[in-house]
């Protein structure tokens, strides 16, 4: 079973800049998709950014411009830049991987990591 381990989150003040990383146990080069998710208090969990093994990237649209979703497999960690951050950023951030063994799609959760965005 893969394990995956957010860090990085912290408060910071609107306008901000903060670098989320998400270090895997397996090899992320062999991941079928990896992205990141959040989940705000009384809100549902929503995709924030995603990427696929061949680097195609999708981004919610409240995100695109501000945030950038990136890999490095040497180190077997992704990344998830963020930058302009508003208030309405604030949430408990996830990160996700999906991958095939053996019988079928695998997926995983790290346990999260709070951004707080406020002045």
């Known amino acids: 079973q893969v394990q995956l381990v957010e860090s990085g989150g912290g408060l910071v003040q609107p306008g901000g800049s903060l670098r989320l990383s998400c270090a895997a146990s397996g090899s992320i080069s062999s991941f079928n998709a990896m992205g990141w998710y959040r989940q705000a208090p009384g809100k549902e969990r929503e995709l924030v950014a995603r990427?696929?093994?061949?680097?195609?990237?999708n981004y919610a649209d409240s995100v695109k411009g501000r945030f950038t979703i990136s890999r490095d497999n040497a180190k077997n960690t992704m990344y998830l830049q963020m930058n302009s951050l508003k208030p309405e950023d604030t949430a408990v951030y996830y990160c996700?991987?999906?991958?095939?063994?053996?019988?079928?799609?695998?997926?995983?959760w790290g346990q999260g990591t709070q951004v707080t965005v406020s002045s």
């Open positions: 990427m696929t093994s061949g680097d195609s990237t």
């Open positions: 996700n991987a999906v991958y095939y063994r053996y019988t079928g799609y695998r997926n995983s």
